[in-house]
């Protein structure tokens, strides 16, 4: 047994050490209305272990998991493979017991792996710097955008009709605490050109996504210009790490930050979490003293051995809060190395493959949806996830096309609640689809259509 519960008799010796008659005494200052009278309504009576064991497994069973079925969600959280040497190296018990590294002497390595992590996502995105990630890409967002903030010293924020809702929300909450004013361009499909209209000289940055929710390829170039005649920065968001290996990285289009999730290289779905967030930015004294958690760097020892260290350490862990630029705890150190073993087996060249894979795949999907009587592919381009027009409710047909096997993308109503976009579905395909697996999703389609 793992839990095993006091008996009557050591807790009344309990209750007599402290000096109080009955457990209730010990809630006399929660007023009574507050207090639960009897059992909580719909909960059954506590069972034991192998009970609730049976019971959790039979409800288990009536989900569809994205490894039973022919699997097309998306979203900002990708299915894709996962060599199983990665598992392997960091379930090493020198990667996962390994905790912060306040001492450098006896940390190389996971110093080292931070650092070569940093390396590969400042490559990747196409920037000077990168930090050693944060919890996901949603907080990536709002820490960059509190960032820019710092860096303008300005507190209005502008972001892109097609930012992931989930992250626009993120940047809310965040907001909230500091003060920011927040500009949210109502979402729609192929406008994120109109955020050129909302940047002002109070603008402190301009946020926008691409490949954007909707999975339109969005060129930030002209954002950034836009944004640096007004003196404001331009984050560009990325959820699908992916499609870095094949597009042009956001510092080529001129991003002064970069706000990414991670997940889709080396780690699994997970049922939502842990992810790792992606930051990066400008190789500028002014940007990295504002970053937000801890940069690895590269030195010499006093022998001239090569050594690794804690260059930059900004969040309140190492400093004293009020100096500290974050509150982020912890830097996601299992998933980094996930997503850099993974990254070093592919190469460079395998990145490129695997991006292009994912791009035929969702072209083959595409062609295979449109032909379907009724639907309507509205992307005039995309990486590997586009939006698909149906003639009734997309969360209708994803309940249909479950039954048959198909878990078929997420309806964008449930990112944006009833009664927005709910013809709309978006749809994802990656390396993990086979031809089998999309012409299975045209003809389910077509049948519940």
Do not use: W
């Not at 109109?194 to 930030?220: H, K, M, R, S, Y």
């Amino acid at each position: 047994m793992r839990y095993l519960p006091l008996n009557q008799y050591d807790r009344a010796a309990m209750l007599e050490r402290i000096g109080v008659a009955s457990i209730d005494d010990l809630f006399a200052d929660v007023p009574p209305k507050a207090r639960l009278k009897g059992n909580i309504e719909g909960l059954p009576p506590h069972s034991g272990e192998m009970a609730v064991e049976r019971d959790l497994t039979a409800l288990s069973r009536q989900s569809l998991s994205a490894a039973e079925a022919a699997f097309f969600c998306g979203g900002g959280a990708y299915r894709h493979h996962v060599p199983a040497s990665v598992d392997h190296l960091i379930q090493r018990s020198e990667f996962l017991t390994a905790y912060t590294p306040y001492q450098p002497e006896i940390s190389q390595g996971t110093l080292q792996s931070l650092f070569e992590f940093q390396s590969q996502v400042a490559a990747l995105t196409g920037m000077g710097v990168a930090n050693a990630s944060l919890y996901d890409g949603s907080t990536a967002t709002s820490e960059a955008v509190r960032m820019a903030a710092r860096i303008t010293r300005r507190g209005k924020a502008v972001l892109a009709p097609g930012l992931h809702p989930h992250y626009t929300a993120t940047v809310h909450t965040a907001a909230r605490g500091g003060g920011l004013a927040i500009a949210a361009l109502a979402p729609a499909m192929g406008a994120d050109g109109a955020i050129l209209e909302a940047i002002d000289g109070e603008t402190a940055c301009v946020v926008v996504q691409t490949p954007n929710v909707f999975g339109e390829l969005v060129d930030l170039a002209p954002i950034a210009e836009a944004a640096h005649a007004h003196g404001a920065l331009l984050i560009a968001v990325v959820t699908e790490a992916v499609s870095l290996g094949l597009l042009r990285t956001p510092g080529e289009m001129g991003a002064d930050i970069v706000a990414a999730e991670g997940q889709s290289i080396g780690n699994g779905l997970n049922f939502g979490g842990p992810y790792v967030g992606l930051l990066a930015c400008r190789d500028d004294r002014k940007f990295i003293r504002q970053a937000p958690g801890r940069f690895a760097g590269q030195t010499v020892d006093a022998d001239g051995q090569r050594g690794f260290v804690l260059t930059l350490s900004t969040r309140e862990q190492h400093i004293r809060r009020e100096k500290a630029t974050s509150n982020i705890c912890t830097n996601s150190g299992l998933c980094t190395l996930a997503f850099s073993i993974h990254l070093a087996l592919l190469g460079e060249r395998g990145l490129a493959h695997l991006a292009r894979l994912n791009h035929a795949r969702a072209c083959t999907l595409a062609d295979a949806l449109d032909a379907v009587d009724g639907a309507e592919v509205l992307n005039s381009s995309f990486f590997n996830e586009f939006t698909l027009r149906l003639p009734r409710a997309a969360s209708a047909v994803v309940e249909e096309l479950a039954q048959k096997g198909v878990l078929g993308g997420i309806p964008a109503s449930r990112l944006y609640g009833p009664g927005t976009f709910d013809d709309l579905l978006i749809v994802a395909a990656t390396e993990t689809n086979s031809d089998e697996d999309c012409a299975r999703f045209a003809a389910a389609l077509g049948e519940v259509l």
